[in-house]
């Protein structure tokens, strides 16, 4: 197939090879903030603060709180 | 030296974070100069002819425009009275400050310049060319610039006026920018004698700027 | 170490605030600098800071650093809390210790004496006025100066942080440092009063 | 306090964890089989090969209009249910048009590059995608801009609805525009006339870029309710900050000056 693509085969690779670059750039961003978005929630979790913490002077047990992510 | 290393950090964190406004000055000289053909007309010949002024002066809005917070917001929250009290000369922090904006602002501008050279059908020299006059003469423009940014904590007030104060002032790079790239492109001047002519303007600046601002700086913190 | 200004003559504006003032103080002493609204307290201090040049007059501190200027010898605390909202805590204070230079302590410990510790990770976007006070407090405490200026420190303070804050000043006056304040409120501390612009 | 209200979401972030890998798994088949068509499809007997050049362009060229159309009713729930997630529907999707829209100019230019001789041609349609993804490029500066995201999200809203309805504008001002100035006109891309073989293919990338992009967008509105979550979470500790260091301010304290004594 590489040899039917013809005299402009450069720019038709160039094409598919920068959407697969920015596709891939997309997929690596979502991959890498979702890490950095749990990894920040499980500190904050560690340190003790909850979603439910603040509205209540004391600590209520973590049970409701990140049961997804 | 850490202190300077320190403000530049500090700087281009702030600009590079949420609501920073260092990508902002590149949008602005992309619209700026998608907007041109749109007024010229599409005719590819002319706009390769116009490129390189319309770069420059997309360049030289984009590079102004973001400049005009320079000073303002560290005299806002008074970040401006322990820099100005510090073992800095203040000369020296202004030019940290200057430099570090230019990195964050300027510098892309510079980068972008390719992608816009493209737009309006510039050939590979010629973008070469601008790319390379920007990367001389952007550092003039944002130490001048940057006297009006000192000018504009001195008196209250930014935006527009630190603009009038500081364009006419950046005629002299414009003229020399301008016309480094064109003799690149066409002739028939050689692009040695503007170039560095616009090399020297961007060294004078270098030193006159820092002293013109802290000195406007140092009778403006009342 | 003394600070001592004689004849101090202050103009803003086109207006004299204050004219022909004296004012004297030694190691290990607090001043409390105390006048009515626009008296000139502030404009003392910035007098005093080297960012308000005096129409007459002279200040001078004898028995600091030989080298330093009497401004690079100081810590001001004004108004306005310079803090950067997008930096983190811990940011905040290490830019400004890293700026200022000089002798310094730890920031970490500095924190934990404001009862910031546990916020160093925070963008300072989230603190409440008090909490900024509090940081700019730290900024004290990390990077040495003996001669501290400060402008209404109390404000936006609550008693546990005032009380901590009393801590902190009579800690710098045991170690020889000197502090003049402009204040309405009552320091907190043993202090001379500096009174200007008449009676109150 | 402007916390998002967090039942909503967090029903929609189990929902997420359940239905994105399926989507992801349908992606890349779909995308396997369009790829494999486009590569077995005949060359055009007018433009040869590059032809191929097409079945990413023009499904890149769809989604830029279609993001576009997603943010919009997300700019309407906003501003008129008010509804939580489509604060953080519009947002995420921003950057995922402004990265189709960018792949579908940077294929249209190399595709015109072997048919006009240049990478770029003020060409009506070209253009018209320049705009749009300045207007993309613009809105995510404005979202990058505000700290608040309730703030930003009524703003950015308000600017996606009249983006939406000044398209058809500037549309229809670029093509005025630009037959103005070229009266002969420019190779069509892609006209209406396409032969079955190439119709087929195209169709099956398009589906399989859409779906591409409802991965993405789900992945990336569960990173930004997680965000948020993160957020609301810091301000909840620096409000509790203060309490904490009433308690502890005297231990604290002798510490310090200790520290400060020995440093």
């Not at chain 2, 902002?24 to 390769?48: E, K, N, R, Y």
């Not at chain 2, 203040?90 to 501008?109: D, F, S, T, V, Y």
């Not at chain 2, 000192?150 to 414009?174: F, Q, W």
Request: charged share 15%.
């Amino acid at each position: 197939m590489m040899t039917s693509l013809g005299p402009y085969a450069s720019f038709i690779v160039t094409s598919y090879a920068a959407a697969a670059l920015v596709v891939a750039i997309l997929i690596g961003w979502v991959v890498l903030d979702h890490r950095s978005q749990t990894r920040r929630l499980r500190e904050l979790d560690r340190s003790g603060i909850t979603r439910r913490s603040g509205r209540s002077a004391t600590d209520t047990p973590r049970t409701i709180t990140r049961t997804i992510t | 030296m850490t202190a300077l290393a320190a403000l530049i950090r500090r700087d281009i964190r702030i600009a590079l974070r949420v609501g920073g406004g260092a990508l902002i000055g590149v949008l602005f000289f992309l619209t700026v100069v998608v907007l041109m053909p749109f007024a010229v007309g599409p005719d590819l010949a002319l706009l390769s002819r116009l490129g390189p002024a319309i770069l420059w002066l997309g360049a030289l809005l984009a590079s102004l425009l973001t400049l005009d917070r320079l000073f303002m917001a560290d005299h806002e929250d008074g970040s401006l009275d322990l820099i100005a009290m510090s073992r800095t000369p203040l000369e020296l922090a202004c030019a940290a400050k200057a430099l570090a904006h230019w990195l964050a602002a300027g510098l892309p501008l510079i980068i972008a310049t390719p992608v816009l050279g493209l737009l309006l059908n510039l050939d590979m020299v010629a973008t070469g060319a601008v790319a390379l006059t920007l990367l001389a003469g952007t550092p003039a423009l944002t130490f001048t610039g940057m006297i009006g940014a000192a000018l504009a904590v001195t008196l209250h007030r930014g935006g527009l006026l630190m603009a009038v104060l500081v364009l006419p002032l950046s005629i002299p790079v414009l003229i020399f920018g301008v016309a480094a790239s064109q003799a690149a492109i066409v002739g028939p001047m050689s692009f040695g004698a503007p170039f560095s002519i616009l090399c020297a303007l961007s060294l004078v600046s270098l030193v006159v700027g820092p002293f013109a601002a802290a000195a406007s700086l140092k009778h403006g913190l009342d | 170490m003394r600070l001592c200004g004689s004849g101090l003559t202050c103009v803003r504006g086109g207006r004299e605030v204050f004219t022909g003032l004296d004012f004297d103080a030694a190691a290990g002493e607090a001043i409390a600098v105390v006048g009515r609204n626009g008296s000139g307290k502030t404009s003392l201090l910035r007098l005093i800071a080297g960012l308000l040049i005096p129409a007459g007059g002279t200040i001078a501190l004898a028995g600091g650093d030989a080298e330093l200027t009497l401004p690079e010898q100081c810590h001001y605390l004004g108004h306005r809390d310079a803090l950067k909202p997008a930096l983190s805590v811990a940011e905040n204070l290490s830019f400004w210790a890293d700026f200022l230079g000089g002798e310094r302590f730890d920031a970490a410990e500095s924190l934990a004496a404001v009862g910031l510790d546990h916020a160093s990770d925070l963008p300072a976007a989230f603190l409440s006025a008090g909490q900024r006070r509090r940081l700019s407090l730290a900024r004290l405490l990390t990077v040495h100066r003996p001669v501290w200026l400060l402008d209404e420190p109390t404000t936006a303070l609550d008693v546990a942080g005032q009380d901590m804050f009393g801590g902190l000043m009579r800690d710098h006056l045991a170690r020889g440092g000197l502090i003049i304040a402009a204040t309405h409120a009552p320091l907190g501390i043993e202090s001379r009063e500096l009174r200007i612009g008449g009676t109150a | 306090m402007t916390l998002i209200d967090l039942a909503n979401p967090t029903r929609f972030l189990a929902l997420t964890a359940r239905v994105l890998p399926w989507l992801a798994a349908a992606t890349v088949a779909l995308l396997a089989i369009g790829l494999y068509q486009s590569a077995v499809a005949p060359d055009d007997y007018q433009q040869g090969a590059t032809v191929k050049i097409m079945f990413i362009h023009v499904p890149n060229a769809w989604l830029s209009m279609f993001v576009w159309g997603v943010m919009s009713i997300a700019s309407l729930g906003t501003l008129v249910w008010r509804h939580p997630l489509a604060d953080v529907a519009a947002k995420a999707a921003a950057p995922i048009g402004a990265a189709f829209t960018f792949l579908a100019l940077l294929t249209g230019s190399l595709w015109g590059r072997p048919m006009w001789g240049t990478y770029w041609e003020w060409d009506a349609r070209l253009t018209s995608v320049l705009i749009l993804f300045l207007m993309y490029l613009g809105l995510m500066a404005l979202w990058r801009a505000v700290d608040d995201p309730a703030r930003a999200a009524r703003a950015a809203a308000v600017l996606t609805l009249v983006g939406a309805i000044n398209l058809p504008i500037i549309k229809f001002s670029v093509d005025w525009w630009n037959t103005l100035h070229q009266p002969a006109s420019v190779m069509r891309m892609g006209g209406p006339a396409l032969d079955r073989s190439f119709l087929i293919p195209l169709l099956v990338m398009a589906i399989a870029f859409t779906l591409l992009f409802v991965t993405l967008h789900l992945a990336a509105m569960r990173n930004e309710i997680l965000r948020r979550r993160v957020r609301s979470l810091q301000m909840i500790q620096a409000s509790r900050i203060a309490f904490s260091s009433e308690l502890g301010a005297g231990p604290r304290e002798g510490s310090a000056s200790k520290g400060a004594g020995t440093a």
